[in-house]
């Protein structure tokens, strides 16, 4: 027989199966218990293509509408959808107008579109020059109210082709033309009928159908265009093996459950039924699938990798083959949306999941499923009530860890989440009562709780409680975090009772415990201080005081160095008499914060602090006159002694009486200081006052500037020879002070002083020698010995000390490496020891040092008079002759004597010991024998016996 041909470039050999062919084949087969019409009307087709249209209706028609001939044409733009059981009805003669990308859906309700052959219904592009796909599909869905809807005399053209879904619409006299793809795509639950209509210039003037399974009376009774089947099999009936669904649009990277049905149990062992794709690069499924023993069904997961349709086949040597159609499309997405992404262990949450469109008549059936499983408790499936779009489910962590939860439904692309679940931790606030920052008894702090997570559905409720309410008390004694937050509104007041700590803890259900340990300290006490804890404070006339005075805050009688900063106010009693400050902050971390104070008139008053929550504070003032002193330009006071060649700094500084050295004062106003010199002897003996170190002309007038405390410095001139002078300073005629007499010395002198660098005086015992140092120096500093000296030296009491008559010091000779002078202790007592250099024009003086001959007795090096020695081991002991600023030394061996009260307990290594020549120190060890004490004492001649108590410690 010769193969029919289908108008419309291509042939009917081209497609795998035709309705009419198959029909034959599947009705010799059907069960008894099916009965079903299986017609073919209609084999004209002819060629499809596209339209497109301008907006002016859009979004959903939810009430009864009429688009009437006077509003003709009516343009739609975007996604139009009649929903809500409204009834859409469209007058004869009307243009419809499809605007690019356009698209009319029935989802629910009824279209009416009656035309008359002399003024039909147009549904075209919106596009001058349109072209097959200019606009999108006419749907008709589930929801359509199939016995009210109905076209007749309707061309539509040049869009994407008319959908029937799960419909049957009545479609007469109905023209389908320019459509990019079929004319009309059906599903196998459909049964759409009319009369007379045509399909010309689409990519399939046809009405597809796919493959799969009839299970139900359906009617094709669309005539005048005929049904194709794409690719695969139509069935009638309920085969031994099937794949549901049949038909299943999925989304690219999507991975999607379906499942084998067996018309009957599975046998012992089970069905091992074996997959394949057709496409097996872009829908992946697993190679078999098996039916457990005594189950109907199996489920197995498809794999979208990309755009494609591909016929999944599942087969078994006994039930045969079953197939099903996968179209791997733009689905639309499902949405879900956690509110919280991260759970709290044990504690319900809900995730929202939301459709692209209000659900259809009976709603829409989503798939729930948590990967890996154990994580999460949530229900299997939700349903979406019908006209809504979203529902909530709630999950509920049940163990720690995360997991991807997702949802899928029919049609729909589905949609995931990852979500983790952990423990709750209960936190309290603010964080310094976690830091121990200690509050004050009689405040009250307000806290709040925080947590690790969002509180769940229902919000959270927290205990919040004192271990120690006598030390602090907290109200109330819950605080509710709402649903979604991470912190109560609510604050919970804790009241500082009584010095002391508290433990406040936090719990609340399925939660860890949190805590802060409170500490309740003492209030502050301000509290005045002043160098060397003098009770009051001495300030100079007019002068402002800076150093020696600070107030400081406390706590317990110890300095508070608090996180916080404290503002004083500070105020003098008489404000005739001083002024401070009004306030001053004693910064956070430090205790206290220097004061300064100007002594405004001659009197006696108080400074008074205070702070906010603490107690006054009070310290007395005195305002006397201030004195002047004579300094160099650093402030140091005049020693009276200075060199002929070196010019003598000269300053006149503030001292005010009875004030401590560390407290410095300053002028607030210029004060003019005149200079001038006095009982100069040789008269003339300097050269006068001048305003540079060197060089220079002669000044005789300096300012002590506001903020200084001394004048700008000048310089009393070099002198011509050794004698002495005094200087003069005077104000606008009055004298302020005369200096004490300044004596000048050579330029090169004479340094004896002790040998040891630490000592402050020169001592010598009784019987032996000590040596003295002589170095020389050049305008006061050490410098080496210019030439070779000869000095002679005596003890002025001779009775008392002992030197040689003469020594030499050699030229070059180092200060650091000195000339050592030996003195003889003869008698205790003080005297001076002096020294000249005869007929020497640079050391024309006789130079001296004090000498101190002290008793002749044994010291031990170290400060204790008491030692310890555990039993089997030594301990070294020393003695030396002298103490640690005046050791001296034998000239001559001496012999010392080493004796223990209690041999038995302690014992020295050795009972005699020589002192060298020279030496002044000498040791022992001591070794414990048993426990107990005992006293060791050393004996030489000439010395008093030094004795030491050691203890024997086990």
């Given at each position: 027989m010769q193969t029919p041909t289908v108008p419309g470039n291509f042939s009917l050999a081209e497609v795998p199966w035709l309705l009419t062919a198959r029909c034959r084949r599947i009705m010799s087969t059907m069960r008894s218990s099916m009965a079903m019409a299986c017609v073919v009307l209609g084999l004209s087709m002819g060629g499809l293509s596209d339209a497109a249209a301008a907006m002016m209706v859009s979004g959903v028609i939810s009430i009864d509408t009429?688009?009437?001939?006077?509003?003709?044409?009516?343009?739609?733009?975007?996604?139009?959808?009649?929903?809500?059981?409204?009834?859409?009805?469209?007058?004869?003669?009307?243009?419809?107008r499809m605007a690019a990308n356009a698209s009319f859906t029935l989802n629910r309700g009824a279209v009416v579109a009656v035309g008359t052959v002399d003024k039909p219904i147009v549904i075209s592009s919106a596009i001058a020059a349109p072209a097959p796909g200019s606009w999108g599909q006419w749907r008709f869905r589930q929801g359509t109210?199939?016995?009210?809807?109905?076209?007749?005399?309707?061309?539509?053209?040049?869009?994407?082709?008319?959908?029937?879904?799960?419909?049957?619409?009545?479609?007469d006299r109905v023209s389908i033309n320019?459509?990019?793809?079929?004319?009309?795509?059906?599903?196998?639950?459909?049964?759409?009928?009319?009369?007379?209509?045509?399909?010309?210039?689409?990519?399939?003037?046809?009405?597809v159908v796919p493959s799969g399974i009839v299970r139900g009376q359906v009617l094709w009774g669309l005539v005048g265009i005929p049904y194709l089947v794409r690719e695969g099999?139509?069935?009638?009936?309920?085969?031994?093996?099937?794949?549901?669904?049949?038909?299943?649009?999925?989304?690219?990277?999507?991975?999607?459950?379906?499942?084998?049905?067996l018309d009957a149990a599975a046998p012992a062992g089970g069905r091992l039924i074996a997959l394949s794709s057709s496409s097996s690069d872009a829908v992946k499924v697993p190679a078999t699938v098996t039916v457990a023993e005594g189950s109907s069904s199996a489920g197995f997961e498809v794999r979208a990798l990309g755009f494609t349709s591909a016929l999944l086949s599942a087969s078994h040597p006994e039930l045969g083959s079953a197939r099903a159609q996968v179209n791997v499309v733009s689905l639309p997405a499902l949405q879900l949306d956690p509110s919280i992404w991260s759970m709290a262990l044990g504690m319900p949450y809900?995730?929202?999941?939301?459709?692209?469109?209000?659900?259809?008549?009976?709603?829409?059936?989503?798939?729930?499923?948590?990967?890996?499983?154990?994580?999460?408790?949530?229900?299997?499936?939700?349903?979406?009530?019908?006209?809504q779009s979203q529902v909530q489910f709630v999950v509920q962590g049940l163990?720690?860890?995360?997991?991807?939860?997702?949802?899928?439904?029919?049609?729909?692309?589905?949609?995931?989440?990852?979500?983790?679940?952990?423990?709750?931790?209960?936190?309290?606030?603010?964080?310094?009562?976690?830091?121990?920052?200690?509050?004050?008894?009689?405040?009250?702090?307000?806290?709040?709780?925080?947590?690790?997570?969002?509180?769940?559905?229902?919000?959270?409720?927290?205990?919040?409680?004192?271990?120690?309410?006598?030390v602090v008390g907290v109200s109330p004694a819950e605080l509710v975090v709402a649903e979604g937050d991470y912190a109560s509104v609510g604050k919970a007041m804790l009241q500082a009772k009584a010095k002391g700590q508290a433990r406040v803890q936090l719990s609340a259900a399925n939660s860890q415990d949190g805590y802060a340990n409170v500490t309740?300290?003492?209030?502050?006490?301000?509290?005045?201080?002043?160098?060397?804890?003098?009770s009051a404070v001495v300030l100079g006339h007019q002068l402002r005081s800076v150093g020696g005075l600070w107030i400081e805050r406390t706590v317990d009688g110890e300095p508070d160095y608090s996180a916080e900063n404290l503002s004083v106010e500070l105020r003098c009693v008489s404000s005739a008499v001083c002024e401070v400050p009004s306030t001053l902050t004693i910064p956070s971390g430090r205790a206290s914060v220097e004061v300064t104070a100007i002594g405004v008139g001659l009197g006696v008053s108080e400074i008074e602090a205070k702070a906010a929550g603490v107690q006054a504070t009070k310290i007395g003032v005195h305002v006397v006159e201030p004195t002047f002193k004579f300094a160099d330009r650093y402030g140091t006071p005049w020693s009276g002694h200075r060199y002929m060649g070196l010019r003598q700094d000269l300053s006149l500084c503030f001292s005010v009486p009875a004030a401590h050295d560390h407290v410095r004062f300053f002028t607030d106003k210029p004060w003019s200081i005149d200079f001038d010199l006095s009982d100069q002897n040789p008269a003339g003996v300097v050269s006068g006052i001048y305003a540079?170190?060197?060089?220079?002309?002669?000044?005789?007038?300096?300012?002590?500037?506001?903020?200084?405390?001394?004048?700008?410095?000048?310089?009393?001139?070099?002198?011509?020879?050794?004698?002495?002078?005094?200087?003069?300073?005077?104000?606008?005629g009055i004298r302020l002070a005369q200096s004490a007499v300044q004596r000048i010395h050579a330029d090169r002198e004479l340094s004896l002083g002790a040998a040891c660098s630490d000592c402050i005086q020169f001592s010598v015992v009784k019987g032996f020698h000590a040596d003295i140092a002589v170095r020389t120096l050049h305008l006061g500093d050490y410098e080496d010995a210019p030439e070779t000296l000869t000095l002679k030296l005596r003890c002025v009491d001779a009775s008392i000390c002992s030197v040689p008559a003469e020594i030499t010091i050699p030229s070059g000779t180092s200060p650091w490496t000195p000339v050592r002078l030996p003195v003889l202790g003869l008698q205790e007592g003080t005297t001076t020891i002096e020294a000249s250099v005869p007929g020497s024009q640079r050391y024309p003086e006789v130079y001296s040092v004090a000498v101190s001959v002290a008793p002749p007795v044994w010291t031990f090096s170290s400060d204790d008079d008491t030692l310890t020695v555990p039993v089997g081991q030594s301990s070294y002991s020393q003695v030396c002759i002298g103490k640690w600023d005046g050791r001296s030394y034998a000239t001559a061996p001496v012999s010392v004597s080493v004796a223990s009260s209690k041999p038995e307990v302690l014992r020295p290594s050795v009972r005699t010991l020589s002192l060298a020549e020279g030496d002044s120190c000498v040791g022992v060890d001591l070794l414990g024998i048993a426990t107990g004490k005992a006293r060791v004492s050393f004996e030489a001649p000439g010395l008093t016996p030094a004795v030491i108590a050691v203890e024997v410690l086990p």
């Open positions: 009429v688009w009437s001939a006077a509003q003709s044409p009516v343009t739609v733009q975007g996604d139009v959808t009649v929903d809500q059981d409204a009834t859409l009805t469209v007058e004869p003669g009307v243009e419809v109210r199939s016995a009210q809807t109905r076209l007749e005399h309707v061309r539509i053209e040049y869009g994407s082709g008319v959908v029937i879904e799960k419909s049957s619409p009545t479609l320019h459509h990019r793809g079929p004319a009309i795509e059906m599903d196998l639950e459909s049964s759409p009928s009319g009369q007379s209509l045509s399909a010309a210039g689409n990519t399939l003037n046809a009405i099999l139509v069935e009638i009936g309920q085969p031994s093996l099937t794949i549901e669904p049949e038909l299943l649009n999925v989304g690219a990277g999507t991975l999607t459950p379906m499942r084998v049905v809900g995730i929202t999941v939301r459709l692209p469109a209000a659900a259809p008549a009976g709603g829409i059936p989503i798939q729930l499923r948590a990967e890996p499983s154990g994580i999460f408790q949530l229900p299997a499936g939700i349903t979406v009530p019908a006209g163990a720690h860890g995360s997991a991807r939860i997702s949802a899928q439904a029919q049609g729909l692309r589905a949609a995931s989440v990852d979500v983790e679940t952990s423990r709750m931790t209960l936190i309290l606030l603010p964080h310094e009562l976690r830091a121990s920052v200690p509050i004050v008894v009689g405040d009250a702090r307000e806290a709040s709780v925080a947590l690790s997570h969002r509180a769940p559905l229902g919000g959270l409720t927290v205990r919040i409680a004192s271990e120690a309410p006598n309740v300290r003492s209030p502050t006490v301000l509290r005045w201080g002043y160098v060397d804890s003098q540079q170190s060197s060089g220079g002309s002669s000044a005789a007038q300096s300012t002590i500037s506001p903020g200084m405390g001394c004048s700008s410095p000048l310089f009393v001139g070099e002198a011509s020879q050794m004698g002495r002078y005094r200087v003069n300073a005077s104000s606008a």
